[in-house]
């Protein structure tokens, strides 16, 4: 029976008894309204029969407690919708259940953010920055080869974490981010190259010694409702990319609520009254679900030392890994921030030491929005400005980090991962009372720092820009608005870069590299360097690049050189064209004074709006083409030597 059913009864049997004597006015009939109701230790919500939700009452109770009644107006009598009433309690239990603290300290933690916001307050009043210590590293040198080394032999009792939880939709790419391929020349996609490298890390590290052979490196990714079972269908299409199962760890990170207003009051989609709003929370969740997951305390008993954290679209981190790795064991930090030059003013945050007046410290990210204003503000009269080297002095954080995993769990141990939340809502006027959409709190996964003790030794490694950092972040339009000189941070320059880098090592390691040319693609001037790509295999660290070229060996600007193979050895070779060499496992292939000339391969432009062209190579501006090359492929184990024309 619904409430209205009994508010019709109630009054037909006192007009039918006339009332059992007692005067009209004195009698006064209340329907129970559609909304859940709180007595001091009672609470009814428009479910029957009420004694078999007593789970939904609690929920009810505590978003009641917390001022969130409002989610409950409008809700129909019982019998009238309750399966859609039955869901929205499962979505508010899994926003409870997925948040350190629950919904209580989400909802708490947000008017406490709000209120900050409000009123203008600064997040790092009290605090005074500085320069912090960290190393700077020039490739090639003596100190970087030795980092490189160390890092190596570390990686077995290393694990890695990528965080992966968004779609390419702002790059103009409707699937996971990491499906995309790094480059078109071999077409390898970004998670296969993580993979491969991880692979590849593992092979060196453990090379050699018996008590090794079984290592395993571990590898977490943290997908989202959005990547999730495109991640899962592309590793199981792929046979994981050659790494054992066991090795894989899927973590989904669930949304959070939103916010409709200053007092933190949940937000409901405007087009259904039974679903509350929700929006990613940040990469910074990655902490608590490893802590909750167990994980980490598996690691442990592994004797796992190292966690490597590294986001989804950045085609030569791997190229700077091993060498922060080695800074990290020769350091014995607990955080490692890997970071690159950066311009003053640049859009990437900045790695600073801020002292508190108190006394105490922390090395942490500041976003570059406020950097320059908090340098003001603190004595510092032109704020964040080059120096002699012509960078500024807080190097740039590129989102990738070293954290020690002994300190980690003494810390999520008692954080449970919850990491230093802020929350940015778009408000309407000045008057900061209402939001033009809702908001919601958020977390990222560098922040990690910001609750540790002064005692932590929390460092940084500076690399080269063109060794280690060319994110995928920005579509074609977006790209090419981007200022003359400024990083555009592209498909396009992000392939580009991949080239770059690997003309620059073969050049540092005595190769002859013709200097790129510039041609441009999607309305993007860029560098159009030699197409040299090579396996992880090949080569993870600089060591074994100089080990593996002797002699004379010559690239021109137009070739395209692919090295597919553990053991391949280049020794007075001249290109001017497209070699591909394919090595299997256990072939070792030596190229002597080989000279390849042909049409070799090129790219072709292409219009990013013609919907009949793949979104990955409509983002990129070019398609390849395959005029001639010479392929060797040596499929069966042991020693060859080719030479000659």
């Known amino acids: 029976m619904t409430f209205s059913d009994r508010h019709i009864k109630t009054e037909e049997l006192l007009k039918s008894d006339d009332n059992f004597g007692m005067h009209p006015d004195q009698i006064r009939v209340l329907k129970q309204e559609n909304v859940a109701f709180v007595g001091d230790n009672d609470v009814r919500i428009p479910l029957e029969p009420s004694d078999k939700y007593t789970f939904q009452k609690e929920l009810a109770y505590m978003l009641l407690h917390e001022g969130q009644g409002h989610l409950f107006t409008g809700w129909p009598d019982p019998?009238?919708?309750?399966?859609?009433?039955?869901?929205?309690?499962?979505?508010?239990?899994?926003?409870?259940?997925?948040?350190?603290?629950?919904?209580?300290?989400?909802?708490?933690?947000?008017?406490r953010l709000l209120a900050d916001s409000k009123a203008g307050k600064n997040p790092f009043e009290g605090y005074t920055p500085s320069v912090p210590a960290g190393e700077r590293l020039t490739f090639g040198d003596e100190r970087f080869i030795k980092f490189e080394e160390t890092g190596v032999k570390e990686a077995c009792n290393a694990a890695f974490v990528l965080v992966a939880g968004g779609l390419g939709e702002r790059l103009g790419y409707s699937g996971a981010k990491v499906a995309l391929p790094s480059q078109i020349t071999t077409g390898t996609c970004f998670l296969q190259l993580y993979i491969e490298s991880i692979l590849a890390l593992q092979y060196v590290s453990c090379a050699g010694d018996e008590d090794k052979k079984y290592c395993r490196i571990p590898f977490v990714i943290m997908t989202s409702d959005d990547t999730h079972t495109k991640i899962q269908e592309l590793l199981k299409s792929n046979n994981n990319f050659g790494m054992d199962p066991d090795q894989i760890h899927l973590l989904k990170q669930e949304k959070v609520a939103c916010l409709g207003d200053n007092n933190a009051r949940i937000a409901l989609d405007p087009l259904d009254k039974y679903k509350i709003q929700t929006k990613p929370h940040g990469h910074g969740d990655i902490h608590a679900l490893l802590?909750?997951?167990?994980?980490?305390?598996?690691?442990?008993?592994?004797?796992?030392?190292?966690?490597?954290?590294?986001?989804?679209?950045?085609?030569?981190?791997?190229?700077?890994?091993?060498?922060?790795?080695?800074?990290?064991?020769?350091?014995?930090?607990?955080?490692?921030?890997?970071?690159?030059?950066?311009?003053?003013?640049?859009?990437?945050?900045?790695?600073?030491?801020?002292?508190?007046?108190n006394g105490s410290q922390m090395v942490i990210n500041v976003e570059y929005n406020q950097l320059d204003p908090l340098l003001r503000a603190t004595g510092h009269a032109d704020g964040d400005v080059n120096d002699e080297t012509g960078y500024s002095p807080y190097p740039g954080n590129i989102n990738q980090l070293v954290i020690k995993l002994e300190s980690y769990i003494e810390e999520l141990s008692r954080t449970k991962g919850a990491i230093v939340e802020f929350v940015n809502p778009k408000y309407k006027d000045a008057s900061k009372t209402s939001f033009k959409s809702s908001t919601r709190l958020e977390c990222m996964m560098q922040d990690y720092p910001r609750t540790l003790p002064s005692s932590a030794k929390v460092g940084f490694t500076v690399l080269d820009t063109w060794l280690a950092y060319a994110p995928v972040k920005n579509n074609p339009e977006d790209a090419a608005k981007v200022p003359k000189g400024n990083p555009q941070h592209s498909a396009t320059t992000g392939e580009m870069a991949v080239y770059k880098a690997n003309a620059l090592i073969l050049r540092k390691a005595g190769a002859l590299v013709q200097d790129p040319k510039v041609e441009c693609f999607n309305g993007q001037e860029i560098d159009i360097w030699p197409r040299i790509v090579w396996s992880p295999y090949w080569a993870m660290i600089f060591s074994d690049v100089k080990r593996k070229l002797s002699g004379?060996?010559?690239?021109?600007?137009?070739?395209?050189?692919?090295?597919?193979?553990?053991?391949?050895?280049?020794?007075?070779?001249?290109?001017?064209?497209?070699?591909?060499?394919?090595?299997?496992?256990?072939?070792?292939?030596?190229?002597?004074?080989?000279h390849v000339e042909n049409a070799g391969w090129d790219f072709v432009p292409i219009n990013y709006k013609d919907p009949s062209i793949p979104e990955e190579i409509r983002l990129r501006g070019f398609s390849l083409r395959k005029n001639d090359q010479k392929v060797i492929t040596i499929d069966q184990p042991g020693e060859c030597i080719v030479n000659g024309e």
């Open 79 to 111: 019998g009238i919708d309750d399966d859609r009433k039955l869901e929205f309690f499962e979505q508010v239990a899994k926003l409870d259940v997925s948040y350190p603290g629950g919904l209580v300290a989400y909802i708490h933690n947000a008017k």
């Open 552 to 594: 004379i060996c010559s690239i021109s600007q137009n070739s395209t050189l692919v090295l597919a193979g553990k053991d391949i050895f280049l020794e007075n070779v001249y290109l001017d064209g497209a070699l591909a060499i394919h090595a299997a496992d256990g072939a070792k292939i030596k190229l002597s004074s080989l």
């Open 291 to 357: 802590w909750s997951s167990g994980i980490l305390l598996e690691w442990k008993k592994q004797s796992i030392k190292w966690v490597l954290f590294f986001q989804d679209t950045n085609g030569l981190l791997f190229k700077a890994i091993p060498a922060s790795l080695g800074v990290s064991v020769v350091n014995n930090l607990d955080v490692n921030s890997l970071a690159v030059p950066r311009k003053a003013k640049e859009a990437i945050g900045g790695i600073v030491r801020l002292t508190h007046k």
